[in-house]
Antibody
Framework: EVQLVESGGGLVQPGGSLRLSCSASGFTFNNFALHWVRQAPGKGLEYVSAISYDGSSTYYADSVKGRFTISRDNSKNTLYLQLSSLGAEDTAVYYC???????????WGQGTLVTVSS | QSALTQPPSASGSPGQSVTISCTGTSSDVGGYNFVSWYQQHPGKAPKVIMYAISKRPSGVPDRFSGSKSGNTASLTVSGLQAEDEADYYCSSYAGSNNYVFGTGTKVTVL
């Protein structure tokens, strides 16, 4: 059974930093690209970032480019998202999402809430 | 990259059908056959219910169907059931490892 378990969310002050983790199991981790998708409270889904199966290629939405860094450790079956220079607009549930052959998102974690507030 | 446009809400009585549209551009919906749909119940993570425009993952009832014409994709839920009440989001590949989501549609079963 595929499982994606996010952690690392919490309350952070504006301008602060946070690192999210996503521990994966139930599939061959180093065979698949992974993504982060976020959802602000009461709002829709927003695509945030992606990383290729081997970590050699990354993508960032314009809204987070230069502030967020996606990475992965295939030896630990773990995906990361480093968040910095956080603003209120970054308050959201962040989902770790598994890619299905670059065509859709087939498994989602339960999400971790990041709240940016003073 | 702008979000794909969906109607904010849709509704139908049990047993009826509801269709949700998802309008993008030639750079996303119209340019690729990688349109997918996600169902999200309150407080839960999204779940894929349609991919590659009209393919259903294992376990998704055949009451759900998808189509695409030009820059607009559609999801139809036939034979509405109470458990279909949820938020629905479309998504499309938009090139260069970028994806875009729709604005979301809240489906209410009357």
């Amino acid at each position: 059974e595929v499982q994606l378990v996010e952690s690392g969310g919490g309350l952070v002050q504006p301008g602060g930093s946070l690192r999210l983790s996503c521990s994966a199991s139930g599939f061959t981790f180093n065979n698949f690209a992974l993504h982060w998708v976020r959802q602000a409270p009461g709002k829709g889904l927003e695509y945030v970032s992606a990383i290729s199966y081997d970590g050699s290629s990354t993508y960032y939405a314009d809204s987070v480019k230069g502030r967020f860094t996606i990475s992965r450790d295939n030896s630990k079956n773990t995906l990361y998202l480093q968040l910095s220079s956080l603003g209120a607009e970054d308050t959201a549930v962040y989902y770790c999402v598994k890619d299905h052959s670059a065509s859709y998102f087939d498994y989602w974690g339960q999400g971790t809430l990041v709240t940016v507030s003073s | 990259q702008s979000a794909l446009t969906q109607p904010p809400s849709a509704s139908g009585s049990p047993g009826q059908s509801v269709t949700i549209s998802c309008t993008g551009t030639s750079s996303d919906v119209g340019g690729y056959n990688f349109v997918s749909w996600y169902q999200q119940h309150p407080g839960k993570a999204p779940k894929v219910i349609m991919y590659a425009i009209s393919k259903r993952p294992s376990g998704v009832p055949d009451r759900f169907s998808g189509s695409k014409s030009g820059n607009t994709a559609s999801l139809t839920v036939s034979g509405l059931q109470a458990e279909d009440e949820a938020d629905y989001y479309c998504s499309s590949y938009a090139g260069s490892n970028n994806y875009v989501f729709g604005t979301g549609t809240k489906v209410t079963v009357l």
